[in-house]
């Protein structure tokens, strides 16, 4: 599958997220840690919604599949997402005494704490049904998260959503999304993973290399999502791949410097002018951008 076919299925503008969609509390104010705090903000988080919410913020047409547990958690979910305008019509609720992935995230830098809740997760039972129901036909790429390869029934069903693109000739977009907590062990996370059998590089037989824009942090989370999600989006809106991965760059690194994940994701406006007025520094020479 060639660049210039994926590029042009992306701009084809319609695509499934297959993953998860969160709930992030944070301590307030900005900088207090958790022990200490009286008061906390409510967001969307997850991997995967957030990645559907920056491509919506450069006009995706993003549909989200996943479960949320059936409490108001999981409703406080999908009301976020139809807030942010990623279509929730595939999601369904789960019950099974399952959980809405849910993270207390601290706004700091120094000794920064992520706590996440993972037990019994809603979006790890998503099953081949779900997919069958997708209609994954229906749609011009496909973007996937590694968590959600981590445990059955989802593995499964993911690796089954892969085999029905490939036969429908559908780009598949992977980010890797490792977190080691969510495997039953780093053996059996790098076995599922090699299943992909390597991956495209975006760079054609020219590296390209890219740094990043230096920035004075808030907190770490959120740049992989949004760096993601505005990579596909720039490319949507027909940036050459180098201006992409630049773009990319910035928005990532505007999410570090506010707070949450989903309400941190900048549109293409504000990307342009942080870029005007901050420069990418020199990048890595053995680094080069790849899915």
């Known amino acids: 599958m060639s660049l210039e076919f994926l590029i042009s ?29 009286n008061t906390y903000v409510t967001h969307l988080g997850g991997s995967s919604a957030n990645m559907g919410v920056q491509l919506v913020k450069y006009g995706g047409s993003c549909s989200l599949l996943t479960r949320v547990s059936n409490d108001a958690l999981g409703k406080f979910a999908l009301n976020q ?6 279509n929730r ?16 995230v601290e706004t700091t830098i120094e000794d920064h704490q992520s706590i996440i809740y993972r037990h019994k997760a809603a979006d790890l039972f998503l099953n081949k049904s779900d997919i069958e129901n997708a209609k994954i036909h229906n749609y011009e790429c496909i973007l996937i998260t590694g968590t959600s390869l981590a445990a059955q029934p ?8 892969l085999k029905l693109a490939k036969e429908h000739n559908i780009p598949v977009i992977m980010d890797i999304d490792y ?11 790098k076995d599922v993973y090699n299943l992909e059998k390597g991956s495209i590089t975006f760079s054609q037989n020219l590296e390209i290399i890219k740094g990043i824009f230096p920035v004075k942090p808030l907190k770490p989370t959120g740049a992989g999502d949004s760096f993601m999600g505005s990579l596909i989006g720039a490319l ?9 991965i630049e773009i990319g760059s910035a928005a990532a690194a505007i999410v570090v ?6 309400p941190a994701m900048p549109d293409l406006d504000e ?11 020199k990048g890595d020479k053995n680094a080069h951008t790849t899915v």
């Not at 609720?93 to 849910?102: A, Q, V, Y």
């Open 9 to 37: 299925k992306i701009q084809n503008n319609n695509f499934l997220l297959i993953g998860r969609a969160g709930v992030d509390i944070y301590p307030d104010p900005p900088g207090t840690k958790t022990e200490n705090a």
């Open 81 to 86: 997402l139809d807030h942010y305008g990623v």
């Open 89 to 104: 019509d595939l999601i369904k609720l789960e019950d099974n005494e399952s959980r809405i992935s849910f993270a207390i």
């Open 154 to 161: 989802s593995r499964d069903a993911v690796l089954y959503a």
């Open 179 to 189: 977190r080691p907590y969510t495997w039953e062990s780093a053996e059996k996370a």
């Open 236 to 244: 949507l809106k027909n940036y050459d791949l180098e201006k992409a």
């Open 257 to 262: 410097t506010r707070v949450g994940c989903a």
């Open 271 to 281: 990307v342009l002018e942080f870029m005007n007025t901050n420069k990418i520094n």
